[in-house]
């Protein structure tokens, strides 16, 4: 039975539209395209206003942490991909040990995150706070919008993470089937664009200096 085309199985009465699906995924997608291009958009516009406070307040951040969380990212968009393909070809288990990598990963990621964030907050590198009042505009531009943005993309990795392991679960409880896996593609698809909105971030912040 073609993956690509409407398909209805009549055992359990189980109507199943993937084209629908993926379609609609797409589209989901693309509202997240939008969203996130304002924000690149807004972003452009301060810095080529204020390039030299960007360039200051750049400095504020850890190359080498953005660099390892773009290699996580990517070797997780890797192993999402490799498990759609293993369950394509009937590899459970190979299925399984990739999609458990991917969530790996991205709980990997948000630690890395957390302890970033972490030491801007003791360093009064936060909108609002004292050492951050005392800075020039451009600068607090910069850091209001590293937060929004990174804060808005580690939102969407945890949405990732409780997605990736439900379907986790569907794959080890077999209600994702080599016959029936476009869940796990739309959910390869949403991973896929977090880490494409990541490989945006990083130099826009992390390489700006």
Known sequence: MSNNVQTIETHGNVHRDD??????????????????????????????????????????????????????????????ALSITALQKGNKLLSVSMLSLTLFFALFFMVNKYFEWSAKFSHGLYPGSDEMLAKQNGEILFFGLYFVMTGLHGFHVLIGI??????????????????????????????????LIWIFLFPLFYLIQ
């Open 19 to 80: 084209v629908g699906a993926k379609m609609g995924m797409w589209l989901f997608l693309f509202t997240e395209v939008l969203l996130f291009g304002g924000m690149f958009l807004i972003y452009a516009v301060y810095r080529f206003q204020y390039p030299d406070q960007f360039h200051i307040a750049g400095m504020e951040l850890s190359t080498t942490i953005g660099t390892i969380n773009t290699i996580i990212l990517l070797t997780s968009s890797l192993t999402v």
């Open 162 to 195: 409780v997605l990736l392991s439900v379907i986790l679960a569907f794959i080890i409880k077999d209600k994702i089937t080599p016959n029936n896996f476009v869940k796990l593609e739309n959910s390869g698809l949403y991973w896929h664009l977090v880490d």
